[in-house]
């Protein structure tokens, strides 16, 4: 048996093209479409301002109920009729929603694309919204959470974000919502939610062949029936950084490990340093290949994995990172998680390092955008950030032409050890001591 002892070298990149990207206003909406000559599946997508943040205070979750609630049928047809009309197109409905839009969408192979739309359209613009529909669909999703919440980590990820943005802020409180929050939602909320929002005429993302795809009859229908609305637009939060760091301690009796997770607020994800901060994430912790896996895997035997990364909306940003470690090392494993996070920041990246880095993130872009539902989600994402149409194309070029001098800058810029919070889920009366001894944080119970 051969021990390899040398990490195989990065090859040269293979050449992409992105696909042709058409703009249009139609029908008293926007269009995007992509351009794949000869593709027999094409994708249709509704993008929706309405996304959590339009979330009202002790609702959170409410966007997520009416996406899970399109699919129990429209105002002409039930649950039933509804599924086997998508299923005899080969089609199916996909709703959901993230912080800054709401998506309705489906594939099917072109000539079905119109017919598909339609059912679409129809599940977005006119839901059934049955009253027992909408709280069944909403109990469901709060046994879910409630098992979710049942395990490590949610709790650890909303003591985070409470202190990053502040628990009185949309931003502060959980994506989806928490167990409580979820049943609080009403019938009343989904269907004040969705007039609200869903009958806005929104961007109609479309990819496949536009030789054999009608724009003009595919925007008639998914915006037949809306009311145009302007929309007050809000620019990015700052980016305070606090001087001080913190330990939140997130009590779990009995647990056999502690869970981590540690984070700052960062830019939002239009910011001009886009991409030297993709790069310094990917060195410090985005890759298995990272600076932290290497220490705190495969060095220390701390954790199975741990992960550190940039995670960027329209309006906000934050580090996080994230990992499960043994209860016993769960100090030593923030002393040298800061360590390595404070090495990256006042030291920088080196080139072999960045030469990983760039290849796996330029070669992870091109692979990504093989399939049309990829391509009209990275659609989406110039819609929603406001991007141009040869970002994409630019986005590989940036990776690969990134320089250390670039990344080391963003390294120093954008990393804020100093300014950690720190939370901890695990047995506090095995770990609180060993927290307070290591000087990193004052120690503060969630």
């Known amino acids: ?195 609200t929002w869903l009958t806005r005429p929104g961007v109609l993302v479309v990819v496949g062949d536009l030789d054999v795809l009608d724009l003009d009859a595919l925007a008639a229908t998914a915006f037949a029936g809306t009311t145009p609305s302007g929309i007050e637009t809000t620019g990015p939060l700052d980016v305070p950084i606090s001087d001080t760091r913190k330990i939140i301690l997130v009590d779990r009796p009995g647990s056999v490990q502690s869970t981590l997770r540690l984070g700052h607020r960062a830019p939002h994800r239009a910011h001009p340093d886009y991409v030297p901060m993709t790069l310094t994430g990917t060195v410090l912790g985005g890759a298995f290949t990272s600076r932290l896996n290497h220490l705190i895997r495969e060095v220390r035997g701390y954790t199975y994995g741990i992960r550190g990364d940039f995670g960027l909306a329209r309006r906000f940003g934050r580090l996080l990172i994230s990992a499960g470690v043994q209860t016993k090392f769960t100090a030593p494993a923030l002393i040298d998680t800061i360590g390595e996070m404070s090495r990256t920041q006042t030291g920088g990246v080196t080139e072999d390092e960045l030469a990983v880095a760039r290849s796996w993130r330029a070669g992870q872009l091109s692979v990504e955008m093989q399939t049309p539902g990829a391509i009209a989600g990275a659609l989406a994402t110039l819609i929603v950030h406001g991007l141009p149409d040869d970002y994409y194309p630019h986005l590989r070029e940036s990776l690969l032409s990134a320089t250390v001098d670039e990344v080391s800058a963003a390294a120093a810029t954008h990393l804020h050890p100093r300014g950690l919070t720190m939370v901890v889920e695990g047995d506090a009366a095995l770990i609180r001591d060993d927290l307070a001894a290591t000087g990193l944080g004052e120690v503060v119970d969630a």
């Open 1 to 195: 048996m051969t021990l390899v002892s040398d990490r195989p070298g990065t090859g040269a990149p293979r050449p992409y093209t992105f696909p042709r990207i058409v703009r249009r206003d139609i029908a008293g909406g926007r269009v995007i479409a992509a351009h794949l000559p000869g593709q027999a599946l094409s994708v249709a997508t509704l993008l929706l301002d309405g996304g959590a943040g339009h979330e009202p205070a002790g609702r959170e979750g409410l966007a997520s109920v009416v996406a899970k609630a399109l699919e129990e049928g429209t105002a002409t047809c039930d649950a039933t009729a509804y599924a086997l009309a998508l299923e005899g197109l080969g089609a199916e409905l996909s709703s959901s929603a993230d912080w800054d839009t709401f998506m309705v969408g489906t594939s099917a192979p072109a000539h079905l694309l119109p017919r598909a739309l339609e059912l679409v359209a129809e599940a977005a613009r006119t839901p059934a919204l049955r009253p027992a529909d909408v709280e069944r669909v909403r109990d469901d999703e709060v046994t879910g959470l409630k098992m979710d919440w049942a395990s490590p980590g949610p709790r650890a990820d909303a003591a985070l974000r409470a202190d990053l943005f502040g628990a009185g802020h949309r931003y502060g409180r959980p994506l989806h919502g928490d167990p409580t929050s979820v049943a609080a939602v009403t019938v009343d909320d989904v269907t004040a939610f969705h007039s």
